[in-house]
């Protein structure tokens, strides 16, 4: 995912170019094309998720009308999950911290962020093959379980969000 930061750091408009050449705002420069550069990753984490919102939401519908109804609320249950971690994912703080702030967020810190937050990607597949489950177990008696499985790695989805602040404190 370090291609999301080259990609920020190479439509830098010529304004940036030269003013990151003055001491000390090369750094508020590269602060800020981090910022940049995670908020497009968070971006695109949110963005497979809500694919993943979409399969569960189209699962419930084939439940309905297969009069499965029985496992609809269970599903429902992984679907908020989901909905709730990629609200966050969207909203969440990217370190701001503006030029004369007396609190400055450094490089390490935002690099330290970024990587936590380029870890959010490996959550899809699992979130994923909990789904893949759920659709090979339709019919079976191995549902109940599979939908216990794709809530179980829903949550996971947010347990890891919720750790993301101590990142992001660690200092």
Known sequence: MSDLFEKVTGDQDFFKKIASKIPGFGGYIERQNRRAADKLLRETVADRFEELYQRISAIQADFVSDGQILYVDDLEKAAIKVR????????????????????????????????????????????????????????????????????????????????????????
């Open 84 to 171: 709730t971690f990629i609200d966050k994912i969207r909203t969440a703080s990217y370190g701001y911290s503006g030029f004369f702030d007396a609190a400055k967020v450094n490089e390490e810190e935002l690099a330290r962020v970024y990587e936590y937050d380029s870890g959010m990607l490996d959550l899809v597949d699992g979130v994923s093959n909990a789904i893949d489950n759920v659709e090979a177990s339709a019919g079976s008696d191995g549902l109940p379980a599979a939908i216990r499985n794709l809530v179980s790695s829903a949550n996971e989805c947010l347990l890891v969000f919720g750790r993301r602040d101590e990142v992001m404190k660690k200092g």
